[in-house]
């Protein structure tokens, strides 16, 4: 069970650190130490370790406008590099056991949304333009403004959505889900290639599906990283004693590598256009583009800052989080950070709470995170090695997460359920994360309209409603103006 906030009757008796360490992350002070602190930023690295697997994979598994792929190994070195970078600042600058990474939905949004419609490099520059106007709502104080124009069953009508929309991919990414080719007579997907599981790369994904359920079922600290692990290991072992052909298992075929240790390859770097976009997309499109990013990084940021800093008893007696304007402006950053290094949009991770189940309670925690990250910089040839099915089942296990926030809706209210369902199933559906928050707020501004409860709506959403509209109707409207 969560911790409950401490009270100042309940709280440990404040201390004084005996070293400049100690005093400078106030370890003592908030009830804690060296060895919890270490404990607890290896904890958060096991958990979320497998970011290093994923991220290349999704990133690296789509292809942009011109038909280009990113590279997988130098993907693994970029999201190394801006998950050790901003953690640490994270630790220092904002003093909190929160870590930072590539954010899985976000990158989705970047992969499957935005690549197609333009070129890498003018897909990284909308994320780092993301980033930068995060960090000017945080100095301006809008963000919380944004924060309450949008109902909360709307924001987590959109984490379960992005949830399904991932575990819809892992499905397809691991060959368990198809799409019928040349039958448009039929339903549009089926199981496995002919209407059937074949093959063993599809085993090895139902394998890891059933481990990953299994040890999460357990509570085992690392299942995700666990079971990649264990699972690309199967891979590797079947590949080599199976007559398997090397596109059965799509980009990544699990070949134990020359080399394990390898200097990283920063190719990736620096390598974006902050507006090369406007030439790709019209204006239109470009600004919800934008606006996704920024309303999936908002509320999942605030999400897990509160939440991680509930677990650890962090919060004062109003509820208020520690040093928030200063840790919201890194998380503004870190989005940018990401964007300059083609890793995608950096976030704080949930994961977090893991260390803070371990006893982490300050930023060294993060220190120690983001130092591991640091040496994961060198261990990039690993990241090759893992096959799409070994990954797949990761992809599956964060899908039922997100989908955890359904139950937080209240279904008997037609006034937000309608919305939410539009929201949950457009996006999958669709295969389009824009399209379904597009689909909850336009439905919510007219079901508010209809019902007389038009002044509820707050004017920015209904400014973005109004956007979503431009945006379906984009045909027509070109139409009507050519």
Known sequence: MPRQVLDHAQAPPRTIGNNAIDRFFRISERGSDFGREIRGGFATFFTMAYILVLNPIILGGAEDKYGHHLSHTQLATATALVACVMTVIMGVGGNL??????????????????????SW??????????????????????????????????????????GLFIAFIGFIDAGFVTRIPGDTGSVPVQLGAHGELTGWPV??????????IALMSRGLKGA??????????????????ADIKPQAWGLTVPDVPDDIVASPDFGLVGDFSLFGAWDEVGALTLVLIIFTLILSDFFDTMGTVVGVSNE?????????????GRVLLIDGVAAAAGGAASASSNTSYIESAAGVGEGARTGFASVVTGGLFGLALFLTPLATVVPAQAAAPA????????????????????????PAFLTVSVMPFTYSITNGIGAGFVSYVVIKTVMGKAREVHWLLWGTALLFVGYFAIDPIEQLLT
Do not use: Y
């Open 97 to 118: 056991p929160l870590a930072l990474a590539a954010g899985l939905g976000l990158n989705a949004v970047v992969a499957f949304q935005i690549a197609p419609q333009m």
């Open 121 to 162: 490099d003018d897909a990284m520059g909308l994320v780092v333009l993301e980033g930068l106007i995060i960090s000017l709502l945080v100095v301006t104080g809008l963000r919380e403004a944004v924060m309450h124009a949008i109902p909360q069953p709307l924001k987590q009508a959109i984490s379960v959505g992005i």
């Open 203 to 212: 085993l090895i994904f139902c394998v890891g599906v059933l481990l990953t």
């Open 224 to 241: 995700i990283l666990i079971s990649i692990v264990a699972t690309t290991t199967l891979a590797i072992l079947i590949n080599e004693i």
């Open 312 to 324: 650890a008893g962090l919060l004062d007696h109003q509820g208020k989080v520690p040093n928030l």
């Open 395 to 418: 992809l599956i296990a964060v899908g039922f997460l997100l989908m955890s926030q359904v139950r937080h809706i209240a279904w008997d209210n037609m006034e937000i359920a309608i």
